[in-house]
């Protein structure tokens, strides 16, 4: 069963266009999040949400705008790509055990290229 | 955010080896994550660890929380073509609801 789709896995555009990455976990967690890992791999958060209420909103330019109809989804829209958002972009979610710990599950991820 | 230090970036190592990696942060955590991520794919999360001192086995991966909370280490047994991807620590705290991620060790093995 899949626990952390995304949607959609390729995703080729030119500069100035809007697009949006779609993201759906059945997992039943609380919590969701997107990422950007750019060519040296590093994983970097930009956005999470807590029940639909964004609660981490790192450093990420207002072009970039998550949106969460529900707790099990997670979509981001971007307004006027530029060159420099090409990347892989990961959905995750996760969970708490309790008071003693957190488990997070990542999405397959899209790689975005902007020509 | 707080980019944690793990060490090596990268190891080629020949098949049947033993690998160890390790992961610092200067702030203490609560649990402790290891992922491996395969060229093309997402991170997959291979051990979770959630108490100071626990030592966790997942088939040849064996994953250690630090004593001191500040660090993590990974240990793959006898190592085989497929391990080859990129291993990434995590740490969280209680809060559940933030993750901090190393850089990343990049781990080759040669047939």
Not at chain 1, 24 to 50: A, C, P, R, V
Not at chain 2, 7 to 20: A, T, Y
Not at chain 2, 50 to 74: C, H, M, P, V, W
């Amino acid at each position: 069963d899949t626990a952390v789709s995304q949607t959609p896995k390729y995703l080729v555009t030119q500069m100035g266009n809007d697009k949006s990455i779609k993201c759906e976990q059945n997992l039943g967690h609380d919590t969701m999040y997107w990422y950007k890992q750019d060519s040296k791999k590093f994983l970097k958060i930009m956005f999470s949400y807590n029940n639909k209420e964004l609660i981490i909103n790192e450093t990420v330019p207002n072009r970039f705008s998550p949106k969460s109809p529900d707790k099990a989804h997670l979509n981001l829209h971007i307004n006027s790509l530029e060159l420099g958002d090409s990347a892989v972009y990961f959905c995750a979610s996760s969970r708490l055990r309790g008071i003693t710990g957190t488990e997070q599950y990542f999405g397959p991820g899209t790689r975005l290229t902007v020509t | 955010g707080q980019q944690l230090n793990q060490s090596p970036q990268s190891m080629f190592i020949q098949e049947g080896e033993d690998v160890s990696m390790n992961c610092t942060s200067s702030s203490i955590f609560n649990t402790w994550l290891w992922y491996k991520q395969e060229p093309g794919e997402g991170p997959v999360l291979l051990i979770a660890l959630y108490k100071a001192g626990e030592l966790t086995s997942n088939g040849r991966l064996t994953a250690q929380f630090g004593i001191t909370r500040k660090d993590s280490f990974l240990n793959i047994s006898a190592s085989i073509p497929s391990d080859v991807g990129i291993y990434f620590c995590a740490g969280a705290l209680n809060t559940g609801n933030q993750f901090y991620f190393g850089t990343g060790t990049s781990l080759t093995v040669i047939p």
